[in-house]
């Protein structure tokens, strides 16, 4: 398996724009994660789905992001507009329920600047 | 308000002797631990876990220990190699319930050849 796949693996953009950052999780898992890694808080948990349906997202900071999975093997985080503060790196990783129970994999990340 | 915690952001270990990482964490309902290791550019991988009904668990060099009374756990790196050098997360959740895990800041490993 390929694992967790992730893109763009790198986003530069400027404050107000729309970005969008997309994520397939290994195949047959049925819980898929959004993360936000910073130095003063670490690993933050945004929002998390399970069998496709969003199941807690109140790590979500703000109306400014939004997080669809419109299938088992799709998901966007999406930041309109985005700003300076947004710049950090976010990670997608996913699970499957009751299967070495609690184990996370993560895909490779997408580093995001927002000048 | 932080739930899990690692204190020490660094920590810097000559090769073959071993590593220690602290994590402690605030939250009692809280029954199953995770470490994770990250090199640069590169997502978390998983590493060693502990229920809470254990209070040791062992794999290779690697070994978790879990002390609920304190809320703390501690990763036990022995011997320690260079390729250990990495940032370690420590994570906690649920076996019952939901499958959110709160991760802690992390510590930066570097292992001193």
């Known amino acids: 398996d390929a694992g967790v796949i992730q893109s763009p693996r790198h986003e530069v953009t400027e404050m107000g724009q729309e970005v969008t950052l997309r994520c397939k999780p290994i195949s047959g898992h049925n819980s898929l994660f959004w993360y936000r890694q910073t130095m003063m808080r670490g690993l933050e948990l945004l929002i998390y789905?399970?069998?496709?349906?969003?199941?807690?997202d109140s790590g979500m900071p703000e109306d400014r992001f939004s997080a669809k999975m419109p299938n088992a093997s799709f998901s966007t985080l999406k930041i309109q507009p985005s700003e300076p503060r947004d710049s950090a790196v976010y990670f997608c990783?996913?699970?499957?329920?009751?299967?070495?129970?609690?184990?996370?994999?993560f895909g490779a990340g997408t580093r995001l600047s927002v000048l | 308000d932080q739930q899990v915690k690692q204190n020490s952001p660094s920590l810097s270990v000559q090769e073959g002797r071993i590593s220690i990482l602290n994590c402690d964490y605030t939250n009692s309902m809280f029954d199953y631990f995770l470490w994770y290791k990250k090199y640069p550019a590169e997502g978390p991988t998983f590493l060693i876990s502990i229920s809470s009904i254990k209070d040791k668990n062992e794999d290779g060099r690697f070994t978790v220990f879990l002390n609920k009374s304190a809320k703390h756990l501690s990763l036990h790196i022995v011997p320690s190699q260079p390729g250990d050098s990495a940032v370690y997360f420590c994570a906690a959740g649920r076996n019952f319930g939901n499958e959110k895990l709160t991760f802690g800041t992390g510590t930066r490993l570097t292992i001193i050849p």
């Open positions: 789905f399970n069998n496709n349906v969003p199941i807690d």
């Open positions: 990783a996913s699970s499957q329920t009751g299967e070495a129970k609690n184990i996370q994999y």
